[in-house]
């Protein structure tokens, strides 16, 4: 390209300096926006092994561990000290060190070896170990593996519910909704974290309005955090961080045996937790010490199970577009889910933080985790628009939660969520936002009007709401805080302003949450406050033929999106445009006049067919036809053929039919064709075959051109219109049923019958 | 589930106790919320049977955090935080522990004495 020159050697472009117009038109796309970063061992920007990594080693001597990973006992830092001590089976140690990796790592895709024989080798091995072995298994495997080795058979879901404003009532309102679509996790946050308690509340409230057995958490500081789940008011925590280097823990304020105690101070408090880790979070503290990303998740991992957590959030999580930038970054982020499950923990599973620009590759990034199943694919789906999402925008995000239920549906797999429809939104998102503000004035806190309440209601997002009080929701905040206010005091509010039955389901929860039962592995409570875990719902997926399935009821629920259509649905829709034209006016006679051009119609059209794809009314199409036809100096007859729905054998019938022998052939969904009475059934004049996108003038000009063959001229072709849109997808289920109705009505051997033109134009 | 032993709150009171009739009462407390040593015991031991002891460990301490206030469970955390004990405080906390009846939290307090003061991370 670059030796293409002009006469006097100058460039052809017109853009010089730049790359082509494909060039351009190629970096102009939207996954151009994103970074994609050289591997770099010595920054820590390389996925899955670093020649800085060590060569897995575990050394025993009398009972301890006194080298572990190539690390002398006198060397450990302060996260090989607790894991040494603490995180490994010293009995499955030799084997699972003296499995060679390849080995190991069929053993993980392997059907035939099960779950708890991956989790009892697993305990054995080192970090290093896992992270070798997880390095060998390619994406379909890694699937494979996941489908496996969760914990929970029955894979789940969790939502994020915030907002720019820390509004409550669109809190409520939101968290009922993230409730009714079934998520089981709702996680809130704030943008000012005073604000924190009242959020708390509003989304407790919101939850309980929504659906049953909802856990809840607040994420902030961890301090403020602990202190509202000893109040009652949040039922589990997830944002306890842990980091693969012992620096960046350090820097992060924390050390192994400060999460160690506060792990145990959230269960000593009956409250679940998960632990937070994942690829990119030393990465960007400049403290990867030269490690892959894999090796640091896995200390992580091997630190999580050793302190007693049932279980981690990881898969990147705030660091997701750094592992995303490098190669294989995807395959990491997805390893790191699935050493959490073979530590025989609990995976919230990532896709929490957008990590791309690229429609295509963040979903890319997500569904191989949707399709094998995890016991949280998101560890916060965003529930909410993208700007209110106040930990960042989400992968998937409310814009994508149609998108998920067809995905859902698509590949017939339990992704956690479900349908609800149009008037149970609404009726949830008011129970809530008027629940709340009921709370909100019972206890003192703000009083919120009416046209606040229906403005939340109704809001795609806190834009919708204009402006609003918020120093208020700072001083009900502060109220909530420092006036020690608990879940009983919220129950009571809920109880004396007439919402008896969220009173009680929150009084419900707080009963089951004191049996325990959830703070197991993978635990979340069912509908029917249930508990669901490792321990109560284990997956037992062995093969084909095992493990989780939805059940008939879930796959009708999955399946029965709102945009689902059948062929009574669009009879119905067709009876709405039916009109009293278009009625038989006896057996249609062949044509004497020379100026005689036949319109041939479908067998539905005047019956059960009434509108075209285009949504042109079916006589309005027929009145330029006739139009058209007219203005070139020939006259329309229209003629229904009852035989058959094939728009050639129609048009050529038609033709055969008319005095002209040129014929037009319709059918009730809008195609449309020129025919001649000489040609062969499947050949045409001309042809408009993409329904959808022939417009009034269009179907003139095709009548004026069939006048002009019918004269015996040679006119310009109509052609086309051409569209770069998905018609196919769009219009292919109603073309389906709009032929059901048609060859509802063909009866072999009937005669054309001739139709009024009455009221047609 | 038939056969399951009673749960209790932390303050001894039945679970099935816990009603929207006792919260119109005023009957209710925070300590009425609380889990039971007891339970979080009975968990440790399902942990132990589901291949995690290291679960189960956590929620044996737990059932021993139980007896701690709120305030006290926030200021052992905060002193095992980096850089904000001494070894000597850490072995002063962890002692005091063992002798109040938490042995396992007094021997992790113990065992970050220890490994803080050959790693800098004491005060």
């Given at each position: 390209m670059a030796s293409q020159t002009g006469p006097r050697d100058e460039p052809l472009t017109s853009t010089a300096g730049q790359p082509v117009g494909r060039v351009r038109f190629m970096d102009a796309q939207r996954v151009n926006l994103d970074g994609f970063a050289k591997e770099e061992p010595g920054l820590g920007l390389i996925a899955l092994r670093s020649p800085n990594d060590p060569e897995p080693g575990l050394v025993i001597s009398a009972g301890r561990v006194v080298e572990l990973d190539g690390v002398a006992e006198d060397s450990f830092d302060a996260i090989d000290a607790y894991i040494a001590r603490h995180g490994i089976d010293l009995e499955a140690a030799g084997e699972a060190m003296g499995l060679s990796d390849v080995e190991f790592a069929r053993r993980l895709v392997s059907p035939d070896v099960p779950r708890a024989e991956i989790v009892r080798l697993s305990a054995g091995a080192t970090p290093a170990k896992l992270a070798r072995v997880l390095a060998l298994l390619r994406p379909a495997e890694l699937g494979q593996a996941m489908t496996k080795l969760r914990a929970r058979r029955t894979p789940s879901n969790q939502a994020h519910v915030t907002n720019r404003l820390d509004d409550p009532l669109l809190l409520a309102a939101d968290s009922a909704t993230a409730a009714a679509f079934g998520f089981r996790e709702i996680e809130t946050t704030v943008p000012v974290l005073a604000d924190a308690p009242s959020n708390a509340v509003a989304c407790l409230i919101g939850a309980a309005v929504g659906a049953q057995g909802v856990l809840f958490q607040c994420s902030v500081e961890e301090a403020l955090e602990l202190e509202l789940g000893m109040r009652g008011l949040t039922s589990y925590a997830e944002t306890v961080s842990l980091y693969g280097t012992e620096q960046v823990f350090v820097d992060g304020d924390d050390t192994p045996w400060s999460k160690a105690f506060l792990t145990s101070a959230y269960a000593s408090r009956g409250m679940k937790m998960r632990v937070s880790s994942g690829a990119g979070a030393e990465v960007l503290m400049a403290g990867a010490e030269g490690k892959s990303m894999l090796y640091l998740e896995a200390r992580c991992v091997a630190l999580a199970r050793a302190i007693g957590a049932q279980g981690v959030q990881n898969g990147g999580i705030d660091g997701a577009s750094v592992a995303a930038s490098v190669p294989r970054g995807l395959r990491e982020l997805m390893a790191e889910n699935l050493m959490v499950m073979m530590r025989n923990l609990e995976s919230c599973s990532g896709n929490d933080a957008l990590m791309s620009e690229s429609d295509m590759r963040r979903t890319s990034r997500t569904l191989p985790i949707v399709l094998a199943g995890s016991d949280f694919m998101f560890s916060g789906f965003g529930s909410i628009q993208r700007y209110d999402?106040?930990?960042?925008?989400?992968?998937?995000n409310a814009e994508d939660i149609d998108d998920f239920l067809a995905m859902q549906r698509d590949w017939g797999i339990d992704g956690g969520l479900r349908t609800v429809p149009a008037e149970r939104i609404e009726a949830l998102r008011r129970n809530a936002a008027q629940a709340c503000r009921s709370v909100y004035r019972h206890l003192g806190l703000v009083d919120f009007t009416d046209e606040h309440v229906e403005l939340a209601v109704d809001a795609a997002g806190s834009k919708d709401l204009g402006e609003t009080d918020t120093l208020a929701v700072v001083s009900a905040a502060q109220a909530i805080r420092e006036g020690g206010l608990t879940v009983l005091d919220v129950v009571a509010a809920l109880d004396e302003t007439g919402y008896e039955d969220e009173a009680e389901r929150i009084m419900a929860m707080t009963r089951a949450r004191l049996a325990g039962d959830y703070l197991q592995t993978s635990a979340i409570f069912d509908e029917a406050l249930g508990v669901l875990s490792l321990v109560t719902d284990p997956n037992d997926y062995a093969g084909p033929g095992t493990g989780y399935e939805p059940s008939a009821q879930r796959l009708r629920e999955i399946n029965a999106i709102r945009q689902e259509r059948g062929v009574e649905d669009l009879r119905a829709e067709q009876a709405r445009f039916a009109t009293s034209l278009l009625e038989p006016a006896g057996q249609a006679p062949s044509g004497q006049d020379p100026r005689d051009v036949v319109i041939g119609v479908s067998p539905a059209v005047g019956r059960d067919v009434w509108r075209c794809l285009s949504g042109m009314t079916v006589t309005a199409v027929l009145a330029e036809l006739l139009a058209g036809l007219e203005e070139e100096g020939c006259i329309g007859r229209l003629v229904r053929f009852n035989d058959t729905v094939d728009l050639g054998r129609i048009g050529l019938a038609a033709a055969r039919l008319a005095g002209s022998g040129i014929g037009i052939g319709l059918q009730g969904k809008g195609t449309a064709l020129i025919h001649r009475r000489d040609l062969a059934p499947l050949a045409n004049l001309e042809l408009y075959s993409v329904a959808p996108s022939v417009t009034p003038e269009l179907y003139r000009l095709l009548g004026a051109n069939a006048a002009r063959h019918a004269r015996g001229g040679t006119p310009d072709p109509a052609r086309n219109p051409y569209s770069d849109e998905a018609i196919e997808a769009r219009y292919h289920t109603t073309v389906i049923a709009l032929m059901a109705l048609e060859r509802a009505w063909v009866k072999p051997g009937a005669a054309p019958e001739e139709l009024s033109q009455k009221g047609l134009r | 589930m038939t056969g399951e032993p009673m749960v209790r709150a932390l303050s001894g009171r039945e679970v099935g106790e816990l009603t929207l009739e006792a919260v119109r009462g005023g009957e209710l407390s925070v300590a009425d919320l609380r889990i039971h040593p007891e339970t979080l015991e009975r968990q440790a031991a399902v942990a132990t049977a589901h291949a995690n002891p290291q679960l189960a460990e956590n929620l044996r301490r737990a059932a021993e955090l139980t007896r701690l206030p709120d305030e006290e469970v926030l200021a052992i955390y905060d002193a095992l935080r980096p850089g904000r004990s001494t070894p000597e405080q850490l072995t002063g906390l962890a002692a005091d522990l063992a002798e109040r009846g938490l042995p396992r939290c007094a021997a992790l307090l113990a065992e970050a004495a220890e490994v803080y003061a050959r790693r800098g991370l004491s005060a």
């Amino acid at each position: 390209m670059a030796s293409q020159t002009g006469p006097r050697d100058e460039p052809l472009t017109s853009t010089a300096g730049q790359p082509v117009g494909r060039v351009r038109f190629m970096d102009a796309q939207r996954v151009n926006l994103d970074g994609f970063a050289k591997e770099e061992p010595g920054l820590g920007l390389i996925a899955l092994r670093s020649p800085n990594d060590p060569e897995p080693g575990l050394v025993i001597s009398a009972g301890r561990v006194v080298e572990l990973d190539g690390v002398a006992e006198d060397s450990f830092d302060a996260i090989d000290a607790y894991i040494a001590r603490h995180g490994i089976d010293l009995e499955a140690a030799g084997e699972a060190m003296g499995l060679s990796d390849v080995e190991f790592a069929r053993r993980l895709v392997s059907p035939d070896v099960p779950r708890a024989e991956i989790v009892r080798l697993s305990a054995g091995a080192t970090p290093a170990k896992l992270a070798r072995v997880l390095a060998l298994l390619r994406p379909a495997e890694l699937g494979q593996a996941m489908t496996k080795l969760r914990a929970r058979r029955t894979p789940s879901n969790q939502a994020h519910v915030t907002n720019r404003l820390d509004d409550p009532l669109l809190l409520a309102a939101d968290s009922a909704t993230a409730a009714a679509f079934g998520f089981r996790e709702i996680e809130t946050t704030v943008p000012v974290l005073a604000d924190a308690p009242s959020n708390a509340v509003a989304c407790l409230i919101g939850a309980a309005v929504g659906a049953q057995g909802v856990l809840f958490q607040c994420s902030v500081e961890e301090a403020l955090e602990l202190e509202l789940g000893m109040r009652g008011l949040t039922s589990y925590a997830e944002t306890v961080s842990l980091y693969g280097t012992e620096q960046v823990f350090v820097d992060g304020d924390d050390t192994p045996w400060s999460k160690a105690f506060l792990t145990s101070a959230y269960a000593s408090r009956g409250m679940k937790m998960r632990v937070s880790s994942g690829a990119g979070a030393e990465v960007l503290m400049a403290g990867a010490e030269g490690k892959s990303m894999l090796y640091l998740e896995a200390r992580c991992v091997a630190l999580a199970r050793a302190i007693g957590a049932q279980g981690v959030q990881n898969g990147g999580i705030d660091g997701a577009s750094v592992a995303a930038s490098v190669p294989r970054g995807l395959r990491e982020l997805m390893a790191e889910n699935l050493m959490v499950m073979m530590r025989n923990l609990e995976s919230c599973s990532g896709n929490d933080a957008l990590m791309s620009e690229s429609d295509m590759r963040r979903t890319s990034r997500t569904l191989p985790i949707v399709l094998a199943g995890s016991d949280f694919m998101f560890s916060g789906f965003g529930s909410i628009q993208r700007y209110d999402n106040m930990f960042g925008p989400s992968n998937f995000n409310a814009e994508d939660i149609d998108d998920f239920l067809a995905m859902q549906r698509d590949w017939g797999i339990d992704g956690g969520l479900r349908t609800v429809p149009a008037e149970r939104i609404e009726a949830l998102r008011r129970n809530a936002a008027q629940a709340c503000r009921s709370v909100y004035r019972h206890l003192g806190l703000v009083d919120f009007t009416d046209e606040h309440v229906e403005l939340a209601v109704d809001a795609a997002g806190s834009k919708d709401l204009g402006e609003t009080d918020t120093l208020a929701v700072v001083s009900a905040a502060q109220a909530i805080r420092e006036g020690g206010l608990t879940v009983l005091d919220v129950v009571a509010a809920l109880d004396e302003t007439g919402y008896e039955d969220e009173a009680e389901r929150i009084m419900a929860m707080t009963r089951a949450r004191l049996a325990g039962d959830y703070l197991q592995t993978s635990a979340i409570f069912d509908e029917a406050l249930g508990v669901l875990s490792l321990v109560t719902d284990p997956n037992d997926y062995a093969g084909p033929g095992t493990g989780y399935e939805p059940s008939a009821q879930r796959l009708r629920e999955i399946n029965a999106i709102r945009q689902e259509r059948g062929v009574e649905d669009l009879r119905a829709e067709q009876a709405r445009f039916a009109t009293s034209l278009l009625e038989p006016a006896g057996q249609a006679p062949s044509g004497q006049d020379p100026r005689d051009v036949v319109i041939g119609v479908s067998p539905a059209v005047g019956r059960d067919v009434w509108r075209c794809l285009s949504g042109m009314t079916v006589t309005a199409v027929l009145a330029e036809l006739l139009a058209g036809l007219e203005e070139e100096g020939c006259i329309g007859r229209l003629v229904r053929f009852n035989d058959t729905v094939d728009l050639g054998r129609i048009g050529l019938a038609a033709a055969r039919l008319a005095g002209s022998g040129i014929g037009i052939g319709l059918q009730g969904k809008g195609t449309a064709l020129i025919h001649r009475r000489d040609l062969a059934p499947l050949a045409n004049l001309e042809l408009y075959s993409v329904a959808p996108s022939v417009t009034p003038e269009l179907y003139r000009l095709l009548g004026a051109n069939a006048a002009r063959h019918a004269r015996g001229g040679t006119p310009d072709p109509a052609r086309n219109p051409y569209s770069d849109e998905a018609i196919e997808a769009r219009y292919h289920t109603t073309v389906i049923a709009l032929m059901a109705l048609e060859r509802a009505w063909v009866k072999p051997g009937a005669a054309p019958e001739e139709l009024s033109q009455k009221g047609l134009r | 589930m038939t056969g399951e032993p009673m749960v209790r709150a932390l303050s001894g009171r039945e679970v099935g106790e816990l009603t929207l009739e006792a919260v119109r009462g005023g009957e209710l407390s925070v300590a009425d919320l609380r889990i039971h040593p007891e339970t979080l015991e009975r968990q440790a031991a399902v942990a132990t049977a589901h291949a995690n002891p290291q679960l189960a460990e956590n929620l044996r301490r737990a059932a021993e955090l139980t007896r701690l206030p709120d305030e006290e469970v926030l200021a052992i955390y905060d002193a095992l935080r980096p850089g904000r004990s001494t070894p000597e405080q850490l072995t002063g906390l962890a002692a005091d522990l063992a002798e109040r009846g938490l042995p396992r939290c007094a021997a992790l307090l113990a065992e970050a004495a220890e490994v803080y003061a050959r790693r800098g991370l004491s005060a």
